[in-house]
């Protein structure tokens, strides 16, 4: 049974940082690349950071660039997403995915607000 299980979402100050974390399983995970999408209320869900199987290649929404950092490590079946300078526009519920098989999670709660 596939499951995406992300964790590390929550209430945090304009500038403060949070680390998301999504632990897979169900699926060979090393095979994957694998995705960050966040969506706010009354808005499109978006992509915002993707890493390859190998972790060589990594892409963001420039929304986010050189603030969030996408990683992975495959022998814990696990993709991070660390966020840092975090602004109120981030404020979303975000989504761990496999793109290639579109597995999701139930997606984790982050609020940025003073």
């Known amino acids: 049974q596939v499951q995406l299980v992300e964790s590390g979402g929550g209430l945090v100050q304009p500038g403060g940082s949070l680390r998301l974390s999504c632990a897979a399983s169900?699926?060979?995970?090393?095979?994957?690349?694998m995705s960050w999408y966040r969506q706010a209320p009354g808005k499109e869900r978006e992509l915002v950071a993707s890493i390859s199987n190998n972790a060589v290649i990594t892409n963001y929404a420039d929304s986010v660039k050189g603030r969030f950092t996408i990683s992975r490590d495959n022998g814990k079946n696990t993709v991070y997403l660390e966020m840092n300078n975090l602004k109120s526009d981030d404020t979303a519920v975000y989504y761990c995915t496999n793109p290639w098989k579109n597995y999701w999670g139930q997606g984790t709660q982050v609020t940025v607000s003073s």
């Open positions: 169900g699926f060979t995970f090393s095979l994957y690349s």
